[in-house]
């Protein structure tokens, strides 16, 4: 089993910056594809950006592309969410998910990808 725990949500005024993280402890976290989802109340469960193993390949929902940054440290089992300009349409709980999945096997932005998962984190912003 992989335990996730996310921190850093909050408020946040709109054109303001968050940075999320999500702590991995329980199994080899430089193995594990890493993505970040969001669900709005009363709204599907959606991606927001994932990262590859090594780091070297990063993937964005269009509305994030520009604005939100994904990165890790293997080092500290650690995965990040830099958001910056943020809007109301941001405010969400943000989950954090390990895919142990590889190559071809891994759609960053799918939830089926993801074999485990964080509690989440509320984010809400301010207009």
């Known amino acids: 089993q992989m335990q996730l725990v996310e921190s850093g949500g909050g408020l946040a005024q709109a054109g303001g910056s968050l940075r999320l993280s999500c702590a991995a402890s329980?199994?080899?976290?430089?193995?594990?594809?890493m993505g970040w989802f969001r669900q709005a109340p009363g709204t599907e469960r959606e991606f927001v950006a994932a990262?590859?193993?090594?780091?070297?390949?990063?993937y964005y929902k269009d509305s994030a592309r520009g604005r939100f940054t994904i990165s890790r440290d293997n080092a500290k089992n650690t995965v990040y969410l830099q958001m910056n300009s943020l809007t109301p349409e941001d405010t969400a709980v943000y989950y954090c998910?390990?895919?142990?999945?590889?190559?071809?096997?891994?759609?960053?932005?799918?939830?089926?990808?993801?074999?485990?998962w964080g509690q989440g984190t509320q984010v809400t912003v301010s207009s």
């Open positions: 998910a390990a895919s142990g999945r590889s190559g071809s096997g891994w759609y960053p932005s799918s939830e089926i990808s993801y074999d485990y």
């Open positions: 990262i590859s193993w090594s780091g070297g390949r990063t």
């Open positions: 329980g199994r080899t976290f430089s193995s594990y594809a």
